[in-house]
C-alpha cells in the first residue's frame, strides 16, 4: 500500500533563505506524487507533479522538487523564501485503489512561517 | 473561469441535524471527490464519484451520505449519526479516476462547526 511520511509538521525560515519541505513516499509501483498549497481558509492548489517523465519538477512560484527514487523522496525546494510563501503545503502520492482507479494520500501537512 | 464552487463558506449545526454542503464544477470532469480535514491529520477520503449515478465510500464514510445526478454536481450530506462532524470539508474534481496522473483540482472549502 502507498503512504506518505512529511517531516517537520512546522517549518520556520528567513525571508529570502532556502525553503527545503520533506516528503518521503512508499509505494510498490512507481508513484506518482504531487505537492498542494494550502493558505488560510482556502482549498489546495497545485505547485507541482511528478509522472515519471523528468525526476526534476518544476512548479509555480519558484518551486521545485526531486524525484528520488533510491531515497524515496520528493523534498520540495525554493531557494529563496517570500512572505507570501507562508502556507500549509501537503505532500500526495496517487496510489491504486481498485485495479484501474487511483486515489490520492496526503501527508499530513507542513505549514511553513517566514520570518522578516 | 472554470472551476470547483463550494457553499456555504460557514456552516454552523446543532445537534441533530442533518446538513448539505453543496459543490459544483464547470470543468466537465467524470469523477468528483470529497475530503475531511482536520488539523495535523492531513485530507481524508469521504466518498468519491467517478460518474454520474455512481459513488463509492472512502475511507471514513460513515454519518455522510452523496448523490451524482448530474455531472456539475455532488452535494454532500452530514447526518445526525457523524460524531464528530466539526472540519473543513474540501471537494474536488479530476477529469478521470483511472488515471493517477491527473490533476485534482480544489474548491475553496466549508467550515462546519457543531454548536
Known amino acids: 500500500a502507498q503512504s506518505v511520511t512529511q517531516l517537520g509538521s512546522h517549518v520556520s525560515v528567513s525571508e529570502g533563505a532556502l525553503v527545503l519541505l520533506r516528503c518521503n513516499y512508499s509505494s510498490s509501483v512507481p508513484p506518482y506524487l504531487f505537492w498542494y498549497v494550502q493558505y488560510p481558509n482556502q482549498g489546495l492548489q497545485l505547485l507541482l507533479k511528478?509522472?515519471?517523465?523528468?525526476?526534476l519538477v518544476k512548479g509555480i512560484n519558484g518551486f521545485e522538487a526531486e524525484f528520488k527514487k533510491s531515497e524515496t523522496s520528493f523534498h520540495l525546494t525554493k531557494p529563496s523564501a517570500h512572505m507570501s510563501d507562508a502556507a500549509e503545503y501537503f505532500c500526495?502520492?496517487?496510489?491504486?485503489?481498485?485495479?484501474?482507479?487511483?486515489?490520492?494520500?496526503f501527508g499530513t501537512g507542513t505549514r511553513l512561517k517566514v520570518l522578516a | 473561469d472554470g472551476g470547483i464552487t463550494q457553499s456555504p463558506k460557514y456552516l454552523f449545526r446543532k445537534e441533530g441535524q442533518n446538513v448539505t454542503l453543496s459543490c459544483e464544477q464547470n470543468?466537465?470532469?467524470?469523477?468528483m471527490y470529497w475530503y475531511r480535514q482536520d488539523p495535523g491529520q492531513g485530507l481524508r477520503l469521504i466518498y468519491y464519484?467517478?460518474?454520474?449515478?455512481?459513488?463509492q465510500k472512502g475511507d471514513i464514510a460513515e454519518g455522510y451520505s452523496v448523490s451524482r445526478e448530474k455531472k456539475e454536481s455532488f452535494p454532500l450530506t452530514v447526518t445526525s449519526a457523524q460524531k464528530n462532524p466539526t472540519a473543513f470539508y474540501l471537494c474536488a474534481s479530476s477529469m478521470q479516476f483511472t488515471r493517477g496522473t491527473d490533476t485534482q483540482y480544489f474548491g475553496p472549502g466549508t467550515r462546519l462547526t457543531v454548536l
Open positions: 464519484s467517478q460518474i454520474v449515478n455512481d459513488f
Open positions: 511528478y509522472t515519471s517523465a523528468a525526476t
Open positions: 470543468l466537465n470532469h467524470d469523477a
Open positions: 500526495a502520492v496517487s496510489g491504486t485503489l481498485v485495479s484501474g482507479t487511483y486515489k490520492y494520500i
